[in-house]
């Protein structure tokens, strides 16, 4: 075998401590980056913190409808419900490309949460009665005739709706939701009054029975009353309020409801649902570039919800003081828009114009096509786990790897005895960056350590130990050629960093597609495992190779100590390498004719 030529290696052999001072600090600034974020623990799944895990799919028989967009809709649909409930630190994400995952951390009511997230949100039009700014907003904050503002209606985990002053349906030019002149009580009673006495003359039965007149006159007088105190009760600044604003109320009842505008939440009374969500045929968002009046949506209604718009719009119409000139676009209780009708739209088309961006116009045609959810989802699994189950599956998980660690301990001191002292750092500093990391990634992209990602990690121990048996071993193949320990280790290098290579991406490769084809916890799994492989390559290439280096400058260690697992008798080694000269001439001996 040829000697190794000198110099190849010069750098790599001298200059060790710069890769050691790499690695230790990174782990000093990612170590300081998870004290100052505050997240100095990983964030836990629902299965070692406790809650409710469920798994929806989308049906399978809709098509090319399970798409990207529709799937963000409905996440966005199911954020509002569960954070609508007041569960805090809720996630509704979507999995795959037909899934989506709700977690409820415990606390919350995740019976009532299961029933929300998979049914269809209830979207109507309501023609708005009563309207102000809820208590404690700033008197400036009203939106007025003249002002200046935006509609966004984009159902996100944080509803924003607002009808600015300039928003209209079909030529209006205003949508302010204006408060009433008079007080909170007269404008409620009031409008209440209107909104019945149409009611009444439109039945003949209430006209051709006294009693029957007399006793609705008396309901309807005890409805407004309710309604009356519920709406000078009720501040939209209180979240808790808001989440339960109206959401008793039927469809034909009066109700009250909340909805921003420029920021401030407003509180309305709205009379009974005249037209149902799921009367719109289509909802778009167009720039309109005749008129350059910007980006409008346009709304096209089915053939009963065209007859519906245009007998509320023909009513409202005859109203021109606002707001009981305006309809109130209502998802899940809450106002998202109340533009103002100037006069009754027929046809089954309408649009919808004001001071809209892009975005805000397309939210605002999401909630009109989307009030029910884009798709149609089953149950694929629901898995709820208490807190004290879930803290023992923890305990348990940490106590296999303390297991699992100490055992490859063990091993490497009976077989490698000093080697150990580069191994066991080794898996120090790879356990010291997958925590670190894991922790740093629960608010970065909401990865949550579960059971499987345990179990992942502890495999990743072998994984990572494996890579150390591989470069000693070709240490040690090289001491038993007959070498010293400093030319073995740099020869070892080449051949053991290639078959750490191979390991190494076989493994990712089945963490990467074991991630791409599964869906819940198992994904866990496969992400621990995958992020612990990169971590076993940055640590051997950064931390074992040049901390191997500098040991082997050490007489401990390069004298072949026999406790530093590198004793060339132990390892039955040949006698040194030698070169020597062939002696030329006669004096080689006779020249075997066979070889001739």
Not at 89 to 118: D, F, L
Not at 125 to 143: I, M
Not at 285 to 294: C, E, I, L, M, S
């Amino acid at each position: 075998m040829a000697a190794p030529k000198r110099g190849r290696s010069a750098s790599a052999q001298s200059k060790p401590g710069r890769s050691l001072a790499l690695i230790l600090i990174a782990i000093v600034a990612l170590t300081g980056g998870m004290f100052a974020s505050g997240n100095t623990t990983p964030r836990l799944g629902i299965d070692l913190a406790g809650g409710t895990s469920i798994t929806l799919q989308a049906k399978a028989d809709q098509g090319s409808a399970i798409n990207k967009a529709n799937m963000k809709t409905a996440v966005d649909i199911m954020n509002r419900r569960v954070n609508g409930l007041g569960v805090s630190e809720a996630e509704v994400q979507t999995q795959g490309t037909s899934n989506i995952i709700v977690n409820i951390p415990k606390g919350a009511n995740s019976e009532e949460a299961r029933q929300q997230v998979g049914t269809t949100a209830k979207l109507y039009f309501r023609p708005v009665l009563a309207s102000e700014a809820s208590a404690g907003a700033a008197s400036s904050a009203s939106p007025s005739a003249s002002s200046s503002g935006s509609s966004s209606a984009s159902p996100s985990a944080t509803p924003s709706s607002s009808a600015s002053a300039s928003q209209k349906v079909t030529g209006s030019s205003s949508a302010s939701p204006s408060s009433s002149a008079t007080s909170q009580g007269r404008a409620v009673t009031d409008a209440l009054k209107a909104d019945s006495a149409s009611s009444a003359s439109a039945s003949p039965s209430a006209s051709a029975s006294p009693s029957a007149g007399s006793s609705a006159s008396a309901s309807a007088s005890a409805a407004a009353s309710k309604l009356e105190a519920e709406y000078t009760a009720l501040d939209c600044n209180d979240q808790a309020q808001r989440a339960t604003a109206g959401k008793s109320a039927k469809p034909t009842d009066a109700t009250v409801a909340c909805g921003k505008n420029s920021g401030v939440w407003y509180k309305y009374v709205l009379g009974p649902a005249r037209v149902d969500g799921t009367e719109v045929k289509k909802a778009q968002a167009v720039f309109d570039t005749q008129t350059a009046a910007g980006w409008q949506v346009q709304m096209t209604f089915t053939g009963t919800g065209a007859k519906k718009f245009a007998d509320v719009t023909g009513e409202l119409a005859k109203n021109s003081q606002p707001p009981q000139n305006e309809f109130g676009i209502v998802l899940d209780g809450e106002v998202v828009s109340s533009p103002t009708v100037a006069q009754s739209i027929v046809g089954g088309q309408a649009e919808i114009s004001g001071s809209f961006t892009q975005t805000e116009a397309q939210s605002l045609a999401n909630v009109l096509s989307y009030g029910a959810l884009p798709l149609s989802f089953r149950e694929q699994s629901v898995t709820t786990v208490t807190a004290a189950l879930g803290g023992e599956q923890l305990h348990a998980g940490l106590i296999a790897g303390a297991i699992g660690l100490g055992l490859v301990v063990i091993y490497l001191l009976v077989f490698y005895r000093g080697l150990s002292v580069v191994a066991v750092p080794s898996l120090l500093v790879s356990a010291i960056l997958t925590y670190v990391i894991m922790a740093l990634l629960g608010p970065a992209i909401h990865f949550a350590l579960n059971l499987p990602a345990v179990c992942g990690a502890i495999v990743a121990i072998g994984i990572t130990a494996d890579s150390f048996i591989v470069f000693f071993e070709r240490i040690r193949d090289e001491i038993r050629e007959g070498r010293t320990l400093r030319p073995a280790v740099e020869r070892a290098w080449p051949r053991a960093r290639r078959t750490i290579l191979v390991s190494d991406f076989v493994s990712f490769l089945a963490a990467a597609v074991l991630f791409i084809v599964t869906v819940g916890k198992v994904q866990g799994f496969a992400f621990t495992l995958g992020l612990t492989t990169v971590l076993d390559v940055v640590v051997v290439f950064f931390f074992t190779k040049p901390l191997m280096t500098v040991l082997a400058r050490r007489k401990f260690f390069a004298n072949g100590h026999k406790w530093s697992g590198l004793d060339p008798k132990g390892l039955g080694a040949k006698p040194p390498l030698r070169r020597t000269r062939r002696p030329a001439g006669p004096v080689a001996g006779p020249v075997d004719p066979k070889e001739a």
